[in-house]
Structures are given as structure tokens and as C-alpha cells.
């Protein structure tokens, strides 16, 4: 079955770091660019990060600059969000999503991992 799994959310205190794991299956995610979105309770989805296929364009929300970091491991379909220095308006469920090649829209979406900050 083809899909981005995500793994990695849970509960951590402010100022902590988690890892996120996008698992990709079936080589969907070669050539094209991945990005993590968020959703917090009663909010809109959100965007967090974007990475190239090649892994050597990287961009971020003001929000979270300097804090998290995204990569990939394109050999293993792998795709990561590094966390540092959380804060309680980090919660939310986290998602990974592939870019499509020929558009700014996002054509394949994984189920979704929570991250909860505690203050």
C-alpha cells in the first residue's frame, strides 16, 4: 500500500526535543519535495517546513526557525523533523505530506503524530 507514516510524537516538557519520522512505501517520495505540516486544536493546518528532493533546499516558518530542522534520507524514504526547544504552542498533530512536482499543493498526506508540550 502506498502512504507516509508518521511516528516520533508525544508528551515532553517546554524546552525538550523529538524526533518525527515520515516512512514513505513504495518509492513515492523519490524526486519530489516533502514538507511537515501541523494542526493544533480549533486551528487551521499549518505550514512547518519544506525540504527539496535532493535535501539541499530547506525552508521554515518564522515560528519554528532556528529551533527545528528537517531532513531526509532519500535510501531509506525516509523524511525527519528534528524538534529542539519546544514550547506549549508547538502541540499539535504533526503531518507529512509530499509536494507535487508540478504545483505549491501537497497530493499525498500521512495519518498524522501527536506532539503535546507541557509547560
Known amino acids: 500500500q502506498v502512504q507516509l507514516v508518521e511516528s516520533g510524537g508525544g508528551l515532553v516538557q517546554t524546552g525538550g526535543s523529538l524526533r518525527l519520522s515520515c516512512a514513505a512505501s513504495?518509492?513515492?517520495?523519490?524526486?519530489?519535495?516533502m514538507a511537515w505540516f501541523r494542526q493544533a486544536p480549533g486551528k487551521e493546518r499549518e505550514f512547518v517546513a519544506r525540504i527539496s528532493w535532493t535535501g539541499t533546499s530547506t525552508y521554515y516558518t518564522d515560528p519554528v526557525k532556528g529551533r527545528f530542522t528537517i531532513s531526509r534520507e532519500n535510501a531509506k524514504n525516509m523524511v525527519y523533523l528534528q524538534m529542539s526547544s519546544l514550547k506549549p504552542e508547538d502541540t499539535a498533530v504533526y503531518y507529512c505530506?509530499?509536494?507535487?512536482?508540478?504545483?505549491?499543493?501537497?497530493?499525498?498526506w500521512g495519518q498524522g503524530t501527536q506532539v503535546t508540550v507541557s509547560s
Open positions: 513504495g518509492g513515492i517520495i523519490y524526486g519530489y519535495a
Open positions: 505530506a509530499r509536494q507535487a512536482r508540478t504545483s505549491d499543493t501537497y497530493d499525498m
